[in-house]
């Protein structure tokens, strides 16, 4: 079975920086794409990132892109996000996820069939 688990969440001040990991087990990793979603308290989860194997990625909100990096390690099937000049609204449970069904990268959480259960990022002064 598929695994994917997240680390490297914690408590930060406004404007340092975090990196996030997802380490990918179980299966092999192919052509899916993986992919990074956030969810704040009383709002709906959101994608921030996505990757594909080949290395190619996209960033889907416009307050995170220029602040966020996704990148990859394929020897060790590891997935992380960069995360600079963190703000206060950034604050919320991390999850990162595998697209099986797909070989580019996607937004729709639907569309992602295998989760990890979440880091918690705090961003508070």
Do not use: H
Not at 2 to 12: A, R
Not at 20 to 37: H, R
Not at 67 to 89: A, C, G, H, Q
Not at 94 to 116: F, I, M, Q
């Amino acid at each position: 079975q598929l695994q994917l688990v997240e680390s490297g969440g914690g408590l930060v001040q406004p404007g340092e920086s975090l990196r996030l990991s997802c380490a990918v087990s179980g299966f092999t990793w192919d052509y899916y794409p993986i992919g990074w979603f956030r969810q704040a308290p009383g709002k709906e989860r959101e994608g921030v990132s996505c990757i594909t194997r080949g290395g190619g990625s996209t960033n889907y909100a416009d307050s995170m892109k220029g602040r966020f990096t996704i990148s990859r390690d394929k020897f060790k099937n590891t997935v992380y996000l960069r995360m600079n000049s963190l703000k206060p609204e950034d604050t919320a449970v991390y999850y990162c996820a595998a697209a099986t069904v797909r070989r580019s990268c996607s937004g729709n959480l639907d569309e992602y069939d295998y989760w990890g259960q979440g880091t918690q990022v705090t961003v508070s002064s």
